[in-house]
């Protein structure tokens, strides 16, 4: 299985389209690389507020459009797809973090 197949399989696993957790991991790896690259001065950790803010903002995933296609209308959505990832391993939390962080963050449902 690729790489891609594998996160098509975590989101949807979750009850989410395939591509909703390959944006966010775009949005994560983003972030990490633009440190890399010095465009960061800070540690490419991302918090909960940090990686909506992103998706809302962002080219890959910012659209109304596009959010309500991938399920995420809100950061509750967005949470659990975050955590499906780090139960598979693929992404790691900081200490004190949980799912919780993504609770209030944004509604679209409204929209």
């Not at 950790?45 to 080219?59: K, P, Q, W, Y």
């Not at 109304?64 to 991938?70: D, F, P, V, Y």
Request: some cysteine.
């Amino acid at each position: 299985m690729s790489d891609l197949q594998r996160l098509q399989s975590i989101a949807e696993r979750s009850g989410y389209p395939g591509d909703a957790a390959v944006v966010i991991m775009l949005l994560l790896e983003s972030q990490e690389q633009a440190s890399r690259d010095g465009q960061q001065p800070i540690a490419p950790h991302m918090t909960a507020g940090d990686l909506c803010g992103r998706l809302l903002r962002s080219e890959t995933g910012g659209s109304w459009a596009t959010l309500r296609q991938l399920r995420l209308l809100t950061s509750e959505d967005v949470g659990r797809v975050v955590y499906a990832l780090v139960e598979e391993g693929l992404i790691a939390t900081q200490a004190g973090e949980s799912e919780e962080n993504f609770v209030g963050l944004f509604d679209l449902r409204s929209k």
